[in-house]
Every structure is written in structure tokens, then in C-alpha cells.
């Protein structure tokens, strides 16, 4: 499994996605660079996509802001400490509280590696990860791209991803995720240079924050 570490990766990844399929070549001409946007794994990597899901980019910076205000360095021991009023004041749903205090007792309790399972091929890794309730397809994916560096992840719910396969390859209709699944398979092993390339795609020709999306 080659790891996605440095911006020679993305360039190689490129390379190879436009030779699996060339209706890609445009798509890379279009999308300018590729950000490599790597961040390490561990309990603070997860916690950045959880707090990141169904708000704007603004809203997420400013929520992470208060959590370090509050934590300090955010740990999961460190998030085992924060009240109902706590999280209602740095601006977390219930459901994103319940989800980090999830995550955060199943590695304090030692039944989850956040750094281990990035060694862990992508099936299972995603498998072990959406066992925390909290944790869907979309968050353990996201995880095992950008935290990880896995080569060859798709995140199909995105709806950035969607929409931008859709525009990118003039499609009539937004894919859905099942569709997507069926299209990204001919982009292995390089899945994971793909959904950077169309989030850059998104942001370069659609006018958005190249950010993820769930559904």
C-alpha cells in the first residue's frame, strides 16, 4: 500500500488516474493544483472531521477554535472532560458531542488504535471504525485519506464529490453514491488522489471551499 505523503505522490497519482480513464485529463487541466491536505492521525485527526461535518468551513474553524480554547490540546481523555454545557457553549449538536465521547472512550479504553488502524486495509479499517456509533462511511473514509494517507479511498456520499463528477464528466444527473462507487472502481488503486483532484475540481471551477461534504 503506498502511503499518500508528500505532493510527488499526488503528481503520480495523477498520472496513473489519466491513464486508467482520459476523460480525466480534463478534469486535472481544469482543477489546478491538488492540495495534499495530509494531517496526523489519532484522536484530534478525528475529531477535526467530526466537528467539520454539515457546517460551512467558517463554522467548523470557529467551533475548533473554541475546543482549544477550552481543551487545550484536544485528546480523547481531554474530551471525556466536557460537560453537556460545555459543548452547547464551544457550539457542538448533540449528536457531534455524543460522537467525539464516543470515540474518545473507545480509545481511552484501548479497543480502538486511531494510528494502528491506519495500517489496516481499507475495508476493515472502515468496518472497525463505523463499529463507534457516530462514526458513518463518510467520517471513517475521510479519516483514512487524510489522516492516514490511504491510496485508494472514495468518499461516494460526498456531495461536493457528486456534484463535481457530475460537472466534470457532463453527466445529466448528480451520481449518486451506489453510481459513484460503480465509477470510482476503475480509478483503483489511486481512489484517494481522485477525490482530491474533483474537491479541487469543485473549488476551481464551481466557486466552493474545496472541503468535504456529507450528505
Given at each position: 500500500m503506498r502511503i499518500i505523503r508528500t505532493h510527488e505522490d499526488i503528481e503520480a497519482g495523477l498520472a496513473g488516474l489519466m491513464m486508467l480513464d482520459a476523460r480525466l485529463e480534463h478534469v486535472v487541466a481544469r482543477a489546478g493544483p491538488v492540495p495534499l491536505r495530509r494531517?496526523?492521525?489519532g484522536y484530534r485527526?478525528?475529531?477535526?472531521?467530526?466537528?467539520?461535518?454539515?457546517?460551512?468551513?467558517?463554522?467548523?474553524a470557529a467551533?475548533?477554535?473554541?475546543?482549544?480554547?477550552s481543551l487545550g490540546e484536544i485528546t480523547a481523555p481531554a474530551a471525556l472532560t466536557l460537560s453537556d454545557e460545555d459543548c452547547r457553549a464551544i457550539g457542538l449538536s448533540r449528536a457531534k458531542a455524543?460522537?467525539?465521547r464516543r470515540v474518545a472512550q473507545v480509545v481511552v479504553a484501548g479497543e480502538i488504535d486511531l494510528d494502528a488502524i491506519c495500517n489496516v486495509e481499507a475495508p476493515e479499517a472502515i468496518r472497525e471504525l463505523t463499529t463507534i456509533k457516530g462514526v458513518g462511511r463518510w467520517t471513517a473514509e475521510v479519516y483514512l485519506l487524510f489522516c492516514a494517507g490511504h491510496p485508494d479511498v472514495f468518499p461516494s456520499g460526498d456531495?461536493?464529490?457528486?456534484?463535481?463528477?457530475?460537472?466534470?464528466?457532463?453527466?445529466?444527473?448528480r451520481p449518486t453514491a451506489r453510481e459513484?462507487?460503480?465509477?470510482?472502481?476503475?480509478?483503483?488503486?489511486w481512489r484517494s488522489v481522485a477525490?482530491?483532484?474533483?474537491?479541487?475540481?469543485?473549488?476551481?471551477?464551481?466557486?466552493r471551499d474545496a472541503v468535504p461534504v456529507t450528505p
Open positions: 494531517t496526523d492521525p485527526g478525528i475529531a477535526s472531521i467530526i466537528v467539520s461535518q454539515m457546517v460551512s468551513k467558517a463554522s467548523a467551533i475548533w477554535k473554541r475546543m482549544e480554547a455524543d460522537a467525539l456531495v461536493a464529490l457528486q456534484n463535481a463528477i457530475g460537472h466534470g464528466l457532463g453527466l445529466e444527473l459513484i462507487d460503480s465509477l470510482a472502481a476503475s480509478w483503483a488503486p477525490a482530491r483532484l474533483f474537491w479541487a475540481y469543485y473549488a476551481q471551477e464551481m466557486r
